[in-house]
């Protein structure tokens, strides 16, 4: 047999495997945590605030030539997480968001904080009554847990709340156990060709990815109520071989808001933008130029058309 014969015959013998994953429940439980993670890059804003992530976001894993005889392509989708507060439009967007996505995927991974189990997990675990789907229940944060015995009491009373297809713990910060969740679901996942090119790494474009980086500093530096009344809107971005120019919006609700965001001589908005800058560098692998302005538009939150233009809506109908 000839180099390009036997080359011909294995790449017969893989399997290629392609299916669509949603990662859900309740706020800063470590939804985007795992979604970056998986992926390897920072996608998802993460931030130790309840509500962090507002609009769908596809992670896209493609893995070939290692993983036993199977190539695959999982994509995933990290959702805002599912509340019980829905006061405005923003809110019921983002619950609407994160439910639609149970819908027509391959599997869904419920998260959860290990040792926590509240209400609003409840209601999460409600939302998936009807559907069809595997689902897999991922205990993060287990580093967390210096006596990993009291684990296991926990794990089996998780068992009782619904039939999972697993219940994983791990921890999504780690990285730790993250291949035994990519094993269990490479057994449900369908044989099918990749949908999306392999050097793919998720469905919204860079300028996206931008905004949600530089959003995630503001979550991170404003405090109480704050980050829930900010929007981001990238004004201009243009790149050039060495460096990329990035305008940004600051939208907030009121006026007020606006001075608290600038700070004092103008120092928030200062902190706000270097560390911004910081991780869009690291994401775009080039120097970075950003400017911010800070405006004001009352009642943001209940404006669809505002919402469509911040991508947050994305196109659904309310
Ligand atoms: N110790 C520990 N912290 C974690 C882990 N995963 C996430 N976190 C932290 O938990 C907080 C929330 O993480 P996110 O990934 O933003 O949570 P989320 O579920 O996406 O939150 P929403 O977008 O608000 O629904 C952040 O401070 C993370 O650093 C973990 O495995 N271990
Ligand atoms: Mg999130």
Redesign the pocket.
Same mark, same amino acid.
Not at 44 to 53: E, F, H, L
């Given at each position: 047999m000839t180099q390009a014969e036997k080359r011909h015959n294995n790449a017969k013998k893989r399997i290629q495997k392609c299916g669509t994953i949603s990662i859900i429940? $309740? =706020?800063? *439980?470590?939804?985007? #945590?795992?979604l970056n993670h998986l992926v390897g890059y920072k996608l998802?804003?993460?931030?130790? +605030? =309840?509500? #962090? #992530?507002r609009t769908n976001i596809r992670g896209i894993v493609t893995e070939t030539g290692g993983h036993q005889d199977v190539d695959y392509q999982m994509i995933f989708t990290?959702t =805002?997480?599912i509340h019980q507060n829905s006061k405005n439009l923003l809110n019921r967007t983002l619950n609407s968001e994160a439910v639609a996505a149970v819908e027509d995927v391959d599997a869904i991974v419920m998260?959860v904080e290990a040792l926590k189990w509240t209400d609003e997990d409840d209601f999460v675990l409600k939302r998936l009554k009807h559907t069809k789907k595997p689902v897999f229940l991922l205990v993060? +944060? *287990?580093? $967390?847990i210096q006596d990993k015995n009291r684990l296991f009491p926990y794990l089996q009373e998780l068992s009782q709340k619904r039939n999972f297809e697993e219940i994983i713990p *791990?921890?999504?910060? +780690?990285g #730790?156990n993250l291949d035994s969740l990519i094993d269990s679901l490479l057994k449900v996942l369908p044989e099918s060709e990749f949908i999306y090119p392999e050097d793919h790494i998720t469905d919204k474009s860079i300028r996206f990815i931008c905004g949600e980086l530089v959003r995630e500093q503001l979550v991170r530096n404003l405090h109480e109520e704050l980050p829930y009344t900010t929007a981001v809107e990238i004004e201009k971005f243009e790149e050039t071989d060495k460096l990329v120019t990035i305008d940004v919006v600051i939208w907030t609700d009121r006026k007020n808001q606006k001075g608290i965001i600038i700070g004092k001589k103008g120092e928030t908005l200062k902190r706000i933008g270097q560390a911004a800058r910081q991780s869009l560098e690291e994401f775009l692998m080039k120097k970075v130029m950003l400017k911010q302005w800070v405006k004001v538009e009352e009642n943001w939150q209940n404006n669809p058309r505002h919402l469509n233009e911040l991508g947050i809506i994305s196109n659904r109908e309310l």
């Open positions: 429940g $309740r =706020p800063n *439980v470590g939804k985007s #945590t795992l998802s804003a993460i931030a130790n +605030k =309840p509500q #962090t #992530t990290d =805002p997480g998260m993060n +944060k *287990v580093d $967390r *791990v921890s999504a910060e +780690k #730790t």
